[in-house]
Antibody, heavy 123, light 108 residues
Framework: QLQVQESGPGLVKPSETLSLTCTVS??????????WGWIRQPPGKGLEWIGS???????YYNSSLKSRITISVDTSKNQFSLKLSSVTAADTAVYYC???????????????WGQGTMVTVSS | SSELTQDPAVSVALGQTVRITCQGD??????ASWYQQKPGQAPVLVIY???NRPSGIPDRFSGSSSGNTASLTITGAQAEDEADYYC???????????FGTGTKVTVL
């Protein structure tokens, strides 16, 4: 069955760029039925959608983070990636990647999640 | 508005019924989906669309919606249902997503 798994540094210095990769296994990222998203959760707080990408490269970004975010997809590697620039301590969080549907008639759903990776912003 | 508001916490006696609500203007146009998150674990989808349950989710979980409010109901709550629950939907732009503020469910 399809799985997703985050990878990347657990510690990033302030003002630098956070880079994470999500690897899709057990299935293809090249499905027109799904999008691939990033969600984060600061310690002790709620979930925040960061942005999503289709296999063809169409992106949607959280307006509050848009100026600092780049999400890209590499279908040859079955991966998609997140870059968040100019990080501060407020970007310290568990970062999740997830698959989701976009279907207004049936309802959208983030149905497959990675286990999450903790990223700490600190010097 | 792009916000989804949930009650911070609710409690339910073992075997009883609890309803968790999610309010937001975008819910008049888009379905909500619901996620269960236990400590130290990734969220798990429990309800989406018009009361759809993914494979493996017990039928004691159900969803409904009216106006600007979506609801998740747990009928016959079990000890293992104790968790944080988040709703999610598109915002009014139709392209972005927003998660609710989250509800901590305690099973007494």
């Amino acid at each position: 069955q399809l799985q997703v798994q985050e990878s990347g540094p657990g510690l990033v210095k302030p003002s630098e760029t956070l880079s994470l990769t999500c690897t899709v296994s057990g299935g293809s990222i090249s499905s027109s039925s799904y999008y691939w998203g990033w969600i984060r959760q600061p310690p002790g707080k709620g979930l925040e959608w960061i942005g999503s990408i289709s296999y063809s490269g169409s992106t949607y970004y959280n307006s509050s983070l848009k100026s600092r975010i780049t999400i890209s997809v590499d279908t040859s590697k079955n991966q998609f990636s997140l870059k968040l620039s100019s990080v501060t301590a407020a970007d310290t969080a568990v970062y999740y990647c997830a698959r989701h549907s976009r279907d207004r008639l049936r309802g959208d759903a983030f149905d497959i999640w990675g286990q999450g990776t903790m990223v700490t912003v600190s010097s | 508005s792009s916000e989804l508001t949930q009650d911070p916490a609710v409690s339910v006696a073992l075997g009883q019924t609890v309803r968790i609500t999610c309010q937001g203007d975008s819910l008049r146009s888009y379905y909500a989906s619901w996620y269960q998150q236990k400590p130290g674990q990734a969220p798990v989808l429990v309800i989406y669309g018009y009361n759809n349950r993914p494979s493996g989710i017990p039928d004691r979980f159900s969803g409904s919606s009216s106006g600007n409010t979506a609801s998740l109901t747990i009928t016959g709550a079990q000890a293992e249902d104790e968790a944080d629950y988040y709703c999610n939907s598109r915002d009014s732009s139709a392209n972005h997503y927003v998660f609710g503020t989250g509800t901590k469910v305690t099973v007494l």
